[in-house]
């Protein structure tokens, strides 16, 4: 048994998710890069780069790892590139997607032998979650004014639109998209190719996938435009798990367990999010609070029901652990991280990255 906490990448789960993207990528004849931000755990790039056409990225490190790493399409994308790293941006991308039209004018002689997008902003909002809207008032992603854009056109051939977020609804998705089309058609008509981003959750149960291929192919074909997709969640849902124990239990009114984890270092969206971690099958009589152990008054996991009292020395997996986790874990409280394991699709489990005191040092000094 491998030591706790350790995240659990299972090659058999993602490969499900691979497999839809595949269907997606034959039947409305959009490319898919993997987002670089949701899940950037290289090893297990061999099997992605099998069914997904390369990665885009939001800095300078990801589109290096990209490129270096994962080989294929390297889109280069950037809230905001600075002088000291546009020439290495440039260097491992085959396009970049400047954020604002004064950026594109500032840089557009560094990339002038690459292909250059510019990120539309289109103000329809798929969210009522203000933190994570790009199409939030007054926001700073992307541009939206017609006439200015025109005055761009000329150094530009594509656009990328990300205004969807953990969108699970293919109407809304397909309404917006009208949006886009009504609101943007002028400049689409114009361009080669236009990425539409991530927060699309067409892996997710149930997702009409026939429908939205359609409705890609559609989009696709009405502009002339080579149509993208920057999955990050929908490539690795479900693919991975947080394996936790239990160190110690105490009822304070509610039985509680504290586990050799935390939510904050190891899961941290589920803190910003206010969501609740997922533990499967969460049921039985018993039910418990799981607790992180960092100093946190609110590192909580969430309450679940076990069949048995939970006790010292049981292991806990939490599910859904892949997307903006190992990306954003930190070493707050020194907690110690998790290690990173691939069940391969034999069934063995190999530990390909642990963590210990030496890199908590150095990420200091
Ligand atoms: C520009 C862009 N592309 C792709 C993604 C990936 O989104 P998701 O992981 O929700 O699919 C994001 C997420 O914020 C994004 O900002």
């Known amino acids: 048994m491998l030591r706790t906490p350790y995240y659990l990448i299972d090659r058999a789960k993602l490969a499900r998710n691979l497999e839809i993207i595949d269907r997606v990528r034959k039947e409305s004849g959009a490319k898919a890069l993997l987002a670089l931000k949701c899940f950037a755990t290289w090893s297990v790039f061999d099997q992605m780069r099998e069914h997904m056409d390369g990665t885009t990225s939001s800095s300078l490190y990801e589109v290096h790892l990209g490129h270096e790493k994962f080989g294929g399409e390297t889109h280069a994308y950037s809230v905001a590139y600075g002088d000291d790293e546009i020439d290495e941006v440039v260097s491992y991308a085959d396009k970049i997607i400047f954020n604002s039209i004064s950026q594109l004018e500032r840089y557009s002689d560094a990339a002038k032998d690459i292909v250059r997008g510019l990120r539309l902003n289109p103000q329809i909002s798929s969210s009522s979650f203000d933190l994570a809207d790009p199409a939030r008032p007054f926001s700073r992603l992307g541009e939206w004014d017609v006439a200015r854009i025109e005055t761009v056109m000329d150094r530009i051939s594509g656009f990328m639109i990300h205004n969807n977020c953990e969108n699970e609804d293919f109407d809304l998705f397909d309404n917006m998209l009208s949006q886009i089309e009504e609101r943007f058609g002028t400049l689409l008509e114009r361009v080669e190719w236009v990425s539409l981003g991530g927060g699309i959750h067409f892996t997710g149960e149930n997702y009409p996938v026939d ?18 997709l920057e999955p990050g969640e929908a490539a690795i849902t479900n693919s991975t798990t947080l394996e936790v124990t239990v160190l110690d239990t105490l009822n304070n009114g509610k ?16 803190l910003i999010y206010r969501e609740k971690a997922k533990i499967a099958p969460n049921e039985g009589e018993h039910l418990v609070t799981i607790c992180g152990k960092s100093c946190l008054a609110g590192d909580i996991f969430g309450e679940f029901r076990f069949p048995e009292p939970v006790k010292v020395g049981d292991r806990i997996s939490i599910q859904d652990a892949a997307g903006y ?35 908590y040092r150095a990420s200091l000094s």
């Open 255 to 270: 039985d509680l367990a504290i586990v050799d984890s935390s939510i904050e270092a190891h899961m941290l969206d589920l």
């Open 211 to 228: 429908r939205f291929c359609a409705r890609l192919k559609a989009f696709s074909e009405k502009f002339g435009v080579q149509v993208y």
């Open 325 to 359: 986790t190992m990306v954003k874990k930190n070493w707050f409280n020194g907690v110690r991280m998790p290690a990173i394991a691939i069940r391969e699709l034999d069934g063995t489990v190999r530990t390909v990255r642990e963590f210990g005191y030496e890199d």
